[in-house]
């Protein structure tokens, strides 16, 4: 399994918490991955990267199906962080003005944006057309 799965399927918890997903990466690899997690990894508390120990340690024994799995969630895991980093450089200013005192994570920061509507500038709202196309 290539650093990038890894890195990717570790980020799944982070990103399912992100609006820019479409559906949910992390139900996708239970569903794509479910008999090899049913099989090896049981037992194993999901979070914290414990489940992607598992597949780490049997990822000899991975299906096809699962494997695919875990590269669809690197492919959507990258595009989110392009399009996360593109609205963050778009929308500094913006982020600046109207989030100041909000806590970054779980997309606080976006749901700030998103509330400010009409009074985002011109910049950062074109970002966020860009994105959710």
């Known amino acids: 399994m290539t650093r990038v799965k890894l890195f990717a399927f570790c980020a799944l918890a982070v990103a399912a918490c992100n609006p820019l997903f479409a559906g949910d990466p992390v139900e996708k690899v239970m569903e794509g991955c479910g008999p090899e997690i049913e099989k090896?990894?049981?037992q194993v508390s999901p979070g914290e990267g414990r489940l992607l120990a598992c597949f780490y340690a049997h990822e000899d024994k991975l299906s096809t199906r699962c494997v695919h799995t875990l590269y669809d969630a690197a492919v959507a895991l990258e595009?989110?962080?392009?399009?996360?980093?593109y609205l963050a450089r778009s929308c500094e200013a913006d982020i600046d003005e109207f989030c100041a005192d909000i806590e970054?994570?779980?997309g606080r920061i976006l749901n700030c944006l998103s509330s400010a509507g009409d009074s985002l500038s011109e910049t950062c709202a074109t970002a966020f057309g860009d994105v959710e196309e």
């Open 79 to 85: 595009q989110a962080v392009n399009d996360l980093a």
């Open 40 to 42: 090896y990894c049981s």
């Open 104 to 106: 970054p994570g779980e």
